[in-house]
Nanobody, 115 residues
Framework: QVQLVQSGGGLVQPGGSLRLSCAASGFTFSNYAMSWYRQAPGKERELVATITNTGYSTNYADSMKDRFTISRDNTKNTVTLQMNSLKPEDTAVYYC????????WGQGTRVTVSS
């Protein structure tokens, strides 16, 4: 079955960095784009970044474009989100995502940016 297992996250001070990883299984990883979403308290889930199946193209939400980097390793079936210059407003639960015949989500990873 399809599984997306996330790791990383935690508490970081403003201006700090965190790295999230998502290990995928149960489908041909290299055939599909992968995305990261986030949901802040009291807000709707929003798209953070997307990477194409080859990794050659990426897209970011405007507020994260210069601070976050999405990457993937098709040999290890993993997708990573490197987050730099974190701000308190980045506090949220982050989810990796893949759209196959239906949409699958990771279990979610909490990121808290606070001094």
């Amino acid at each position: 079955q399809v599984q997306l297992v996330q790791s990383g996250g935690g508490l970081v001070q403003p201006g700090g960095s965190l790295r999230l990883s998502c290990a995928a299984s149960g489908f041909t990883f290299s055939n599909y784009a992968m995305s990261w979403y986030r949901q802040a308290p009291g807000k709707e889930r929003e798209l953070v970044a997307t990477i194409t199946n080859t990794g050659y193209s990426t897209n970011y939400a405007d507020s994260m474009k210069d601070r976050f980097t999405i990457s993937r390793d098709n040999t290890k079936n993993t997708v990573t989100l490197q987050m730099n210059s974190l701000k308190p407003e980045d506090t949220a639960v982050y989810y990796c995502n893949v759209r196959l015949w239906k949409t699958y989500w990771g279990q979610g990873t909490r990121v808290t940016v606070s001094s």
